[in-house]
């Protein structure tokens, strides 16, 4: 009998933990075989053992933001599964506060573990993805289609992750490897409430230590997001916003952004 063909391969960058670990658990029950990446060794081996029973998971510790760190990943890809099928960019960090205050040491951190993360893990990655014919994913924000108050300098990390995206997928689909962005607003998660409260100061509005800086939009299930993800690598999408019909409301902002700015202030969950 043929042998049957090996699953594909995936990394996923963040992956112990929120929404790199919904897209884990997302990618192995969609028959793929995994790399989860992170930082911390316990909260890694705790979500090799939950996901022990769906598929093969290989976890790495590395520090992502270093060309070792991400050289390190790729090449336990190449070392477990000899292949490489799709790379999932899942770090990165938010922030609160106004552009005012923003200083540029943390402005270089955020880009660090916003940007250079997703560069790195590419450049990393595209000699087998290259073979495979590819597909990248970076996780972006609706953050990164429009600035929002009070996010610090959260939103300029991320329109620099979109155009990272964009300028990689029209360089690369010649090569045949895909880039994509998958832009979601608010992700539920258990410590929603609390995330943000040391970052908020007599500057900025308590709305501000809320969910998306206080919009009025429900949290995403991460497994919805995770959803997303999966269908970006299956069909290949270029770019991904949730909730979708927030497109629409973006496509305005940019065709009228006097209208686009009352839209956003509107969509902000008090006047302060």
Sequence with gaps: MPSSPPSPVAIITGG???LGK???ETFL???FAIVIVGRNQARLELAREELATRGSAVIVVADVSTEAGAA??????????????VLINCVGASDRGLAENLSTDRLDELVKQNVHTALLCSDAALPLLEISGGVIVNIGSLAAKVGARYLGGYCIAKHALAGLTQQMRLELKPRGV???LVNPGPIQRSDAGSRYQSQIDDNVPSQAARPGGGTKLKGLPPEKVAAAVLRCVTHRCPDVVLPGYLRILIAVGHLSPRLGDWLLLKFSSSKE
Aim: hydrophobic share 50%.
């Design 178 to 180: 895909h880039v994509a």
């Design 22 to 24: 919904a897209i884990a």
């Design 16 to 18: 112990s933990s929120g």
């Design 72 to 85: 390190k990943i790729n090449a336990a890809a190449q070392q477990h599964f000899g292949r490489l099928d």
């Design 29 to 31: 029950a969609a028959g």
